[in-house]
């Protein structure tokens, strides 16, 4: 057999390795794995939620309810955040909602959720709070940046840490192994080069970086860690168009519910470790799996100045100079 003939053939088995490593686990998860009853699977009595009022974490508050659940809300503190809470217990009666008002994206949070969680200890430990701020880089104020960089990124930092060292001091005290799991709504936006919303896909590739090393750190003591990456969602997310981007909007137009996001959670806890959700999650994968990128960075960069919301955003620009 020629040399080419060997070329050829080692490339297509690491491609056919390539993609059965990355589809068998999706099929699993997608298709095999059933929901979880997570009381059972980690003993857990309370659960803590992070952007709760709305959305996923709506969601996923309604389904730690269904399952006897005791949930710690945290969201801004604002009359939806109110509401929903008054709703929850209404709903769900034999289970336990504290509500914790904060903005993740300034200081002082954490002395909130540690002193409004400090006789309890949620095992749950969900950091599904993030937005998307749209503009140039260079033409957004730099508090607001470092704000949405707060939220998205360093938040799930503090808060993990402060739970997972509960949970481990818990373990020690009563000699037996407490169980817990730390979960992350991260996105696809990480795996890619985001022009005009830089800071959300940077966040979100830490924030998947992050889970995915934690995770190898945490499995020995009992805590799983599982990273989700939705694709586009029916949520309030979308509010943080304010440059009015068409690709937001398509993406807005293909949008699920947020209970096929929450469910995510459920079916994968404990059994993997990333778990991509939807078109536009697989569809990023497979790219990755044939166009190196390093090629998908220049190319972006090359061609995004002729898009239509780079084009209207320069526009707004010269209209304040």
């Known amino acids: 057999m020629s040399i ?18 990355y589809i068998v686990p999706f099929v699993l998860d997608a298709y095999y794995f059933k929901e979880q009853d997570l009381k059972a699977k980690y003993g857990a009595e309370w659960a803590l939620v992070t952007g709760s009022s709305s959305g996923i974490g709506r969601a ?4 730690l309810a269904r399952q006897g659940i005791n949930v710690v809300m ?5 009359k939806l955040l109110t509401d929903v809470h008054a709703q929850m217990q209404k709903d769900y009666p034999s289970v336990q909602f504290r509500k ?6 300034k200081a002082g949070y954490m002395d909130a959720i540690v002193a409004g969680t400090r006789d309890i200890l949620p095992t749950l430990v969900f950091n599904n709070a993030g937005y ?26 503090h808060i993990s840490h402060h739970f997972v060292a509960r949970i481990l001091a818990e373990s020690k005290r009563s000699v037996v192994q407490r169980r817990g799991a730390v979960f992350f709504t991260s996105s696809p936006a990480g795996v890619m080069p985001c022009p005009t919303t830089v800071m959300y896909g940077a966040t979100k590739a830490f924030l998947t970086e992050f889970a995915t090393s934690l995770s190898a750190e945490l499995f020995a003591d009992g805590i799983d860690t599982l990273v989700v990456h939705p694709s586009p969602v029916d949520t309030g997310f979308y509010s943080g168009n304010k440059h009015d981007m068409s690709a937001m909007k ?13 469910a995510c ?51 707004q620009r010269k209209k304040k100079e």
Do not use: H
Not at 60 to 63: D, K, Q
Not at 74 to 78: F, Q, S
Not at 250 to 262: C, E, G, N, W
């Open 4 to 21: 080419l003939c060997w070329i050829t053939t080692g490339l297509i088995v690491s491609a056919l390795v390539s993609l059965l490593s």
């Open 74 to 78: 945290v969201a801004i503190d604002d």
């Open 250 to 262: 398509l993406f807005q137009r293909t949008a699920t519910s947020p209970d096929t996001i929450a």
């Open 265 to 315: 959670f459920f079916k994968s806890a404990g059994r993997s470790v990333v778990c991509d959700q939807g078109y536009f999650s697989i569809a990023l994968r497979m790219l990755l799996k044939f166009v190196d990128y390093n090629l998908i960075a220049l190319l972006i960069t090359r061609t995004s100045t002729m898009s239509g919301d780079y084009v209207k955003l320069v526009g």
């Open 132 to 157: 998307v701020s749209t503009g140039l880089f260079s033409d957004s104020q730099l508090d607001s940046l470092l704000a949405n960089y707060e939220c998205n990124a360093t938040a799930p930092i």
């Open 100 to 105: 914790i008002g904060v903005n993740l994206g």
């Open 60 to 63: 996923l508050t309604s389904r």
